[in-house]
C-alpha cells in the first residue's frame, strides 16, 4: 500500500466519522422544525416569510385580493405608520404585494393604477381622488382611483 | 398538505418517472430484463429534468407550459425515445469485482441506514413544512413562479415576470414549482417541499444506483449519507431556493459524466448534456458551472469528439436560448452587478477590496465544516491523489471548483451593493454595501461546487484503491 492509498483511506474514514458524528445533532434539528411546525395553524405558516422580514400584517395585504378586481392594476404606497419591525422592511412589502395579489398586476406610477394600496401611508398624500376607500385595519387600506 | 395536493404532486412524480424511463431506455440504461426498482429514482431525475428544459423552451416560445402542453412533450419524447432505443448496455452496470466481508458489509448498511433513515425525517419535514423561507426563495424564485402560474407564462407586462428581482436570470426553476402549483392544483407554497424532498430523495438514489457501476457499497452509501447529512443540504432541501436544484442537477451531471470519461458508456453521453442543459437554465451561477463541468469533462482525455464538443456547446446553447429571449425582450440590465466594470482596470482597483472579500467569503463557506462537514478538503485531497496519478477525473475534482470560486469572485468584483436595488436600506459606504451582497449570497451559490465534490468523493476513494489493488497483482 503506498502513502497515497493511505492517505485516501485516511480522509474517507475522517470526512465519514465526521457525518457519522453530527448525524444525531441534525436530527434534532429536524425534529426541533417538525415540532414547531406542527404546534402553528396552516395560516400561520403561510405569513411566515413576510413575518420573517418584519412585515408585521401580510394578512392584511393579502386581504386586498377581496377589494381589487383579478384584472386591476394596483400602486403600492408606504408610509410612516405601516406596521414594520425597522425600516429596511418595507423593501420586502412589494414582494408580498406582488406574491399574494397576483394576477392583479403592481405597476409603479400611481398615474397608471386603478387602485392605490397604502401600507401605512396616508391616502391623500398621492394627491389622487379616490371613489371609495376601504379599510383593511392596521392602517392599511385600499383606494379605488376616481378618473 | 391536502389530500389532492399530495395526489397532484404524486402524479406528477409518475409522469416524471415515466418519461424519465423512456429517455433512458433510449439511452441503453434501462433493460426490461432487469429489475426496475433500483432505476426509478434515476427515471423519476431524468423526468424532472427533461422536464424542467421542456417547459423552459415552452415558455420562451410564448406558451403557458400548462398540463396539457407538457404532456404532449412528454407524448413525444416517449414516442421519440422508443423509436431510437438501444437494445443493449455497452457494459455490466453493477461492480464486478466488489470485495466482500463482514466490516464492509456493516459499513455498506450503516451508511444506507443513516442516509435513508435522515432522508425519512425530511420527508417529515417536508409535509409538515414550518414557512419560513429565505428572502430570495420568495421574492425572487417563488414570485417568478406564481407570475407564470397566474399570469399564464413569461409575462412581460407591469407585474410580470420581467418586473421581478433578477429578471435576467433563466426561468427553469420557477417553470419546475410552477408545474407543482398546476398539478397540486394551489398555489400555496407549502405543497413545494414535498416535491423538492421526492426530487432529491430520487437524486440520492440515482446517486446510488450510478455510482455503484465504479464504487463498492461499503464505499457509495457512507458517501452520500456525508452528503444527505451536511447541515447546509439540509438547511437547503425544501428550500425553494434555486440552489437546490442547480445542485441536484450539477451532481447528476457530473456523476454521468466521470462515468462516461471511466466506462466509455456511451448511453451516458445525452444525459450528461440534458443535466448540463438543465443546470444551465437554472441560474446565471449555473451556466457558469455547467460550462465548467462540460469543459472539464471535454479535457478528460476521451477521444470521443462528438460528445467532447456537445459537452461544451450544451451550457453554451441552452443559456445562448435564454439571452436570446432576453434580448427580444427588453430585460433590462441586472443591477446587482456592472459587468462593464470587468472592462475598466481603473474601476476594477477601486473595487479590489470586492474580490478579495469575495473570495474570502466563498473558501470560508467552502471549507466550513458546520456547513458541508469535511466534503471540500477531503475531496481535494482525492482530487490531488488523482491528478498525481493522472486520473481522467482530476480536472473535475480540481479545475472545477478552483475555476467555479475564480469566476463567482469576479462576479462580485462586478457586484453592486444593496442600496442600488432596494431604496429603503440605509447605505453608509461601498463596503457594507458589497458585504451583504456577498453574505445573502456565497453561502449558496458553493452548494452545487460541493454537491459536485461530494459526488466524486466515492469515485476517487474507488479509483484509488482499485488502482492500488492492481500495482500490487502486477
Not at chain 2, 493522472?390 to 457586484?415: E, M, N
Amino acid at each position: 500500500m503506498t502513502w497515497e492509498d493511505r492517505l485516501a483511506g485516511g480522509v474517507a474514514v475522517v470526512a465519514v466519522s465526521a457525518a457519522a458524528i453530527i448525524a444525531p445533532r441534525q436530527l434534532l434539528y429536524v425534529s426541533r422544525d417538525v415540532r414547531s411546525a406542527a404546534a402553528q395553524p396552516r395560516a400561520m405558516r403561510t405569513l411566515a416569510p413576510a413575518m420573517q422580514v418584519g412585515v408585521l400584517a401580510p394578512a392584511r395585504i393579502a386581504a386586498a385580493a377581496a377589494v381589487i378586481p383579478r384584472d386591476g392594476r394596483y400602486a403600492l404606497v408606504t408610509g410612516p405608520s405601516a406596521p414594520l419591525r425597522e425600516e429596511a422592511s418595507a423593501d420586502y412589502v412589494s414582494f408580498w404585494a406582488m406574491k399574494v395579489l397576483l394576477p392583479r398586476r403592481r405597476v409603479d406610477r400611481l398615474d397608471d393604477a386603478e387602485w392605490v394600496l397604502s401600507y401605512g401611508a396616508d391616502l391623500k398624500s398621492t394627491g389622487l381622488r379616490y371613489r371609495r376607500v376601504i379599510d383593511l385595519g392596521d392602517h392599511i387600506r385600499v383606494g379605488e382611483v376616481a378618473r | 398538505m391536502t389530500g389532492s395536493a399530495l395526489a397532484g404532486t404524486l402524479a406528477l412524480a409518475v409522469a416524471w418517472v415515466a418519461v424519465g424511463g423512456a429517455l433512458l431506455r433510449a439511452s441503453g440504461l434501462l433493460r426490461t430484463a432487469r429489475p426496475l426498482l433500483p432505476l426509478l429514482p434515476l427515471a423519476l431525475v431524468t423526468g424532472w429534468a427533461f422536464t424542467g428544459v421542456a417547459a423552459t423552451v415552452l415558455l420562451m416560445v410564448g406558451l403557458s407550459a400548462s398540463p396539457w402542453q407538457l404532456a404532449l412533450t412528454w407524448g413525444a419524447a416517449v414516442v421519440l425515445a422508443a423509436a431510437t432505443a438501444r437494445r443493449r448496455l455497452p457494459r455490466a452496470d453493477v461492480l464486478a469485482d466488489e470485495p466482500t466481508g463482514t466490516a464492509r458489509n456493516v459499513l455498506a448498511r450503516a451508511g444506507a441506514a443513516a442516509a435513508c433513515g435522515y432522508l425519512v425525517a425530511l420527508l417529515v419535514r417536508a409535509l409538515v413544512p414550518l414557512g419560513q423561507l429565505h428572502p430570495d426563495a420568495w421574492t425572487q424564485w417563488l414570485a417568478k413562479a406564481m407570475v407564470i402560474y397566474r399570469l399564464g407564462g413569461l409575462d412581460t407586462g407591469a407585474g410580470g415576470f420581467t418586473s421581478q428581482a433578477n429578471a435576467d436570470y433563466p426561468p427553469l426553476d420557477p417553470a419546475l414549482e410552477a408545474t407543482t402549483f398546476r398539478f397540486a392544483g394551489t398555489a400555496d407554497y407549502l405543497v413545494l417541499p414535498f416535491a423538492h424532498w421526492l426530487v432529491l430523495a430520487a437524486f440520492v438514489g440515482a446517486a446510488a444506483f450510478l455510482l455503484r457501476r465504479r464504487a463498492p457499497a461499503h464505499v457509495v452509501w457512507p458517501s452520500l449519507a456525508m452528503l444527505v447529512l451536511a447541515p447546509k443540504l439540509t438547511s437547503l432541501a425544501g428550500s425553494s431556493l434555486a440552489d437546490e436544484p442547480l445542485a441536484i442537477m450539477i451532481g447528476l451531471a457530473t456523476i454521468c459524466g466521470a462515468l462516461w470519461l471511466l466506462d466509455g458508456s456511451a448511453g451516458l453521453a445525452p444525459l450528461v448534456c440534458l443535466f448540463l442543459a438543465a443546470a444551465a437554465l437554472t441560474k446565471n451561477e449555473g451556466a457558469v458551472l455547467a460550462a465548467l463541468v462540460g469543459l472539464a469533462l471535454a479535457t478528460g482525455g476521451s477521444r470521443r469528439w462528438v460528445a467532447r464538443i456537445a459537452f461544451v456547446l450544451t451550457p453554451l446553447a441552452a443559456f445562448g436560448a435564454w439571452q436570446l429571449w432576453i434580448g427580444a425582450h427588453d430585460v433590462p440590465p441586472n443591477v446587482a452587478h456592472d459587468f462593464g466594470r470587468l472592462l475598466h482596470p481603473g474601476r476594477l482597483a477601486d473595487h479590489v477590496s470586492y474580490v478579495r472579500y469575495g473570495a474570502t467569503s466563498l473558501l470560508d463557506h467552502l471549507f466550513s465544516p458546520g456547513e458541508w462537514l469535511l466534503i471540500v478538503p477531503a475531496t481535494l485531497v482525492l482530487g490531488l491523489v488523482a491528478a498525481r496519478r493522472r486520473s481522467r477525473l482530476a480536472p473535475l475534482a480540481l479545475g472545477v471548483p478552483l475555476a467555479a470560486t475564480a469566476c463567482y469572485s469576479i462576479v462580485y468584483w462586478a457586484g453592486n451593493g444593496i442600496c442600488t436595488w432596494m431604496p429603503a436600506r440605509s447605505c453608509d459606504g461601498t463596503w457594507r454595501d458589497i458585504e451583504w451582497l456577498v453574505s445573502a449570497s456565497a453561502d449558496r451559490i458553493v452548494a452545487p461546487v460541493v454537491v459536485e465534490l461530494a459526488v466524486l468523493f466515492p469515485l476517487l476513494i474507488s479509483a484509488s484503491s482499485r488502482e492500488g489493488r492492481l500495482r500490487r497483482n502486477t
